[in-house]
């Protein structure tokens, strides 16, 4: 890589650290001022104030790409992963996703997913429509309240914050997608160029400050292609019958933040 493509990549990373500065350092301090126990769930309280100011924009530029994997591929029963806001319910076809379950662990976020949900059909009262407080690392505890495997798997942008995110990925799949189910994802991940790679892991500590524990480097794409499982002889097999992932054509190879979609498919047996 360039010194001046290097740059500018500190550049990108110190504009969106001051933009997340600008908008939710004030407003949490605010609410800590406000209630010190809010000391405790500062990270919480901060991405609750950053993602409203930034996540409009952030799902906007995404949305080819979203369309691309969640509308041409959601149905069933649908569990999102860090719903956040509530932006992936705008993709769902409400005829073809019989029951949203929007898992998310940031309790300030719940009453936007619920008021997107309910304007796009989906609703607690007749069961449609769940949001759980829980985090992915909580496998233990999901399963009590999805009645039963899901047909569609959604991570967008999650993956990066989740700790043993491998791990937890692999579990999910096994223990909640159902068979012939599905997995999608819109991530960004480790950049295939070593390059900006390195910058990449360069910029985790002071990123991942900032943003929740979020990971530039992750390979969630290559974790996901080489998913396996067990099989009755105790053998290890590929976790899937189809798959593939994609990029943005039009995406600069030098982006820190280098975004995959994908699409995999759970194997009967």
């Not at 530029?61 to 509308?71: H, V, W």
């Not at 959604?154 to 997608?177: G, Y």
Request: aromatic share 12%; charged share 25%; glycine share 6%.
């Amino acid at each position: 890589m360039k010194l001046f493509a290097a740059l500018n990549l500190f550049l990108g990373v110190s504009r969106v650290i001051l933009d997340g500065l600008r908008f939710a350092f004030v407003p949490t301090l605010v609410d800590v001022l406000r209630n010190p126990l809010r000391i405790f769930r500062l990270s919480e309280t901060y991405m609750t104030h950053l993602w409203a100011v930034l996540s409009d924009l952030v799902d906007e530029n995404a949305r080819p790409m979203k369309e691309s994997i969640i509308s041409s591929h959601a149905h069933g029963v649908v569990l999102d992963l860090g719903a956040g806001y509530g932006h992936t319910i705008l993709y769902l076809g409400r005829p073809k996703v019989s029951r949203y379950i929007a898992l998310e662990p940031n309790v300030c976020m719940h009453a936007k997913i619920r008021g997107v949900a309910n304007k796009s059909g989906f609703f607690e009262s007749d069961g449609s429509l769940v949001i759980l407080d829980h985090r992915a690392e909580n496998l233990s505890l999901i399963p009590h309240f999805i009645d039963g495997p899901v047909d569609t798997l959604i991570t967008v942008l999650t993956v990066c914050s989740i700790p043993n995110a491998r791990r937890v990925l692999t579990r999910l799949v096994r223990d909640i997608v159902k068979p012939g189910g599905q997995f999608l994802f819109y991530e960004h991940v480790r950049n295939p160029r070593d390059d900006v790679a390195w910058w990449q892991k360069f910029y985790n500590p002071v990123w991942g400050l900032f943003f929740d524990g979020c990971r530039l480097d992750q390979p969630t794409d290559k974790w996901v292609e080489d998913m396996k499982d067990l099989d009755e002889y105790g053998k290890e097999i590929c976790m899937w019958s189809e798959g593939n992932c994609w990029t943005d054509p039009n995406a600069s190879e030098e982006n820190l933040t280098w975004h995959v979609a994908g699409r995999f498919v759970k194997r009967f047996s």
